[in-house]
């Protein structure tokens, strides 16, 4: 079940032509699957959509790859669509960096993608951005809302970018 021998991962860089096509394709995904958790009431609270293509870009192409993910998703869908809400894409953002971050230097030390790295790089980025909002924010209650409600997402992004990461990106 943990068998990543095959994932092949990357860390592009800046003058390469495909860090950002890598990393357009990502931030399309970040902002598609919101629109389809927006269907749903609370659905970007719960399911903390616009970090998923986040994780599997920094992952798998590395920190650049994933930071143009982190900046670039957030700013288009609060401009296109309002959400997030502009009050919000400070935190979303930094939460976005320290997860390309996590993710980029999980990939280059385990060489490979292991649901228990997954979910070190999740649980890492959730507890350091939570500290951030509430330094922030000064509100414990808002620093504690991805842990509450997001739970589910939190989920999604270890398993399921576990799951995309060595079912589907092994070339």
């Excluded at 957030?74 to 296109?80: C, G, K």
């Excluded at 228990?116 to 809302?145: P, S």
């Amino acid at each position: 079940m943990e068998n990543n021998a095959t994932v092949r991962l990357y860390s592009l860089g800046w003058r390469e032509m495909r860090t950002y096509m890598f990393a357009l394709l990502f931030i399309v995904g970040n902002i598609a699957l919101p629109q389809l958790c927006h269907l749903f009431p609370q659905g970007g609270l719960i399911l903390l959509p616009i970090y998923f293509f986040t994780l599997i870009a920094a992952y798998k192409f590395g920190f650049r790859v994933g930071l143009l993910t982190a900046i670039l998703s957030p700013l288009i869908n609060s401009a296109l669509f309002g959400m997030p809400p502009a009050a919000a894409l400070p935190i979303i953002m930094i939460k976005g960096v320290l997860l390309a971050g996590a993710a980029a230097w999980m990939a280059n030390k385990s060489k490979g993608a292991s649901l228990l790295a997954l979910i070190g790089v999740v649980l890492g980025y959730q507890l350091v951005g939570g500290l951030i909002e509430w330094a922030m924010t000064g509100e414990i209650a808002k620093a504690l809302q991805d842990w509450k409600l997001g739970w589910p997402g939190m989920l999604l992004q270890a398993v399921g970018g576990w799951l995309v990461l060595n079912h589907m990106l092994k070339r």
